[in-house]
Structure formats: structure tokens, C-alpha cells
């Protein structure tokens, strides 16, 4: 885990946002590498981190459909600090749910210091404890993929319900989402796995939507 105050970095161009990254090196706020939307380990630093804060890059010209989803999505497990063109709608980024909204061209000492400001406010709040309940597999259980693994951690920390449409987001590039059926692929053999050990996905499906509720105690199976 970095000792910057942020410890994630989420860009939707990384060719922009390792740029923005060399300018704020010697402020020491931010890490020295960016990854892409849809970076599994990303994600899984976020995911097993107990105060995690991410920040969400989104330099001029990259992809701005579904901003407010992607930072919805991303503040279902962590502080989510947006990094903006200046003509952004900040108000619908942070009604999303991110902590702050800046404008890219914010003056590097500037930016350094609200980044370092948001991180002191995040310290003193309680941090957010993920307990597993006793009835789910252990953390180590095998998983073949990474995206796989960030499902897992997903369903058994955040103990929030997951639209097939956030994960397909989640797990997507900055171009475009996931295809459900690759979602479904990737549920369908995490399920097997876990009931493995006595657990289940919980799974609603209604009007061409489908919610993941977490895991769950398996029923027994009848003969």
C-alpha cells in the first residue's frame, strides 16, 4: 500500500494522466503510476484497504459518458476524489458521489494541498472495517482470474447490492463496459467455487435486470 494520501490513481487516458503524474512527483500526494479504468488490481488495493481513497483522472478529450456512473460506481468502496476539465458539470460528478471535484488545471501546489486536505478529513472519520461473516469462504479462495477475484472481494466486503450494469462498468475498459454475458460467464464459475464451501451468490433478476445481493448461506441441496 502506498503512504501517499491517495492511494489509488484511476485514469481514463493514461498517456495524459502519467503527465499529470510527473508534474505532482516532487508534492508527494499522489503514486508515481496510474492505472487504467477496469485495473483488477487497482480495484483490489481499494477493496482490502480499511480508509481507501481513489483518484478518479479525467483529462480533456477522454471518454466523459457515464462519468457519474463510473464515480457511483467506484464510491460504493471508496473516498473518490475527481480530477475534471474545467467545463465539467461538478455538481453532477459530486451528487454521484465523490468527495471533491477538481479541475485538472489547478495549479500543482493548489491541488497537492486540497488532496492532502481531503485525506486529513477521511482520518477523522471511522474507518470503513470489512468484516467477512463467519458463514463465507475463506479470502484465499482460488480464483483463475483476477476479475474473478475482484467479483469475489466485491460480494464478501461491501455488503451493498451490485447491479449487473455497475459491475459491467466496474470491470470494463475506459471505452466501453463488459459485455453481461462475459459478467455472467465469470458469476456462473465464482458461484461453483463458493459453494464449494457452503456459500452461494445471491442473485434477483427482474425486468432484464440483474441484482447480485452477496454472499450467502447455500441451501441444502434436495435430492
Known amino acids: ?34 492505472h487504467p479504468w477496469g485495473s483488477a488490481w487497482a480495484y483490489l488495493t481499494l477493496l482490502r484497504s480499511p480508509r481507501p481513497m481513489v483518484l478518479l483522472d479525467v483529462p480533456d478529450g477522454a471518454a466523459m459518458d457515464e462519468l457519474e456512473q463510473r464515480v457511483h460506481v467506484l464510491s460504493k468502496f471508496s473516498s473518490v476524489v475527481v480530477l475534471t476539465p474545467r467545463h465539467t458539470d461538478v455538481v453532477a460528478v459530486l451528487r454521484a458521489g465523490a468527495i471533491n471535484a477538481l479541475p485538472r488545471d489547478t495549479s500543482p501546489r493548489e491541488l497537492a494541498s486540497r488532496i492532502a486536505a481531503e485525506r486529513r478529513w477521511l482520518g477523522f ?97 434436495t435430492l
Do not use: K, N
Not at 16 to 33: F, I
Not at 146 to 172: A, K
Open 125 to 221: 472519520s471511522a474507518p470503513r472495517l470489512r468484516p467477512r461473516s463467519p458463514a463465507l469462504p475463506d479470502p484465499e479462495i482460488t480464483c483463475h482470474q483476477l476479475s474473478q477475484r475482484v467479483l469475489f472481494e466485491v460480494l464478501s466486503t461491501t455488503r451493498r447490492e451490485w447491479c449487473c450494469h455497475e459491475l459491467c462498468l466496474l470491470l470494463g475498459t475506459p471505452l466501453e463496459p463488459m459485455s453481461r454475458r462475459a459478467l455472467q460467464g465469470r458469476m456462473a464459475r465464482l458461484d461453483e467455487r463458493v459453494r464449494r464451501r457452503g456459500v452461494s451468490i445471491g442473485i434477483v433478476s427482474q425486468w432484464g435486470r440483474t441484482v447480485y445481493t452477496g454472499l450467502h448461506e447455500a441451501a441444502p441441496r
Open 1 to 34: 500500500m502506498t503512504s501517499c494520501p491517495v492511494d489509488i490513481v484511476l485514469s481514463l487516458c493514461r498517456e495524459e494522466t502519467s503527465r499529470l503524474l510527473r508534474t505532482m512527483r516532487s508534492h508527494h500526494v499522489m503514486p508515481a503510476y496510474a
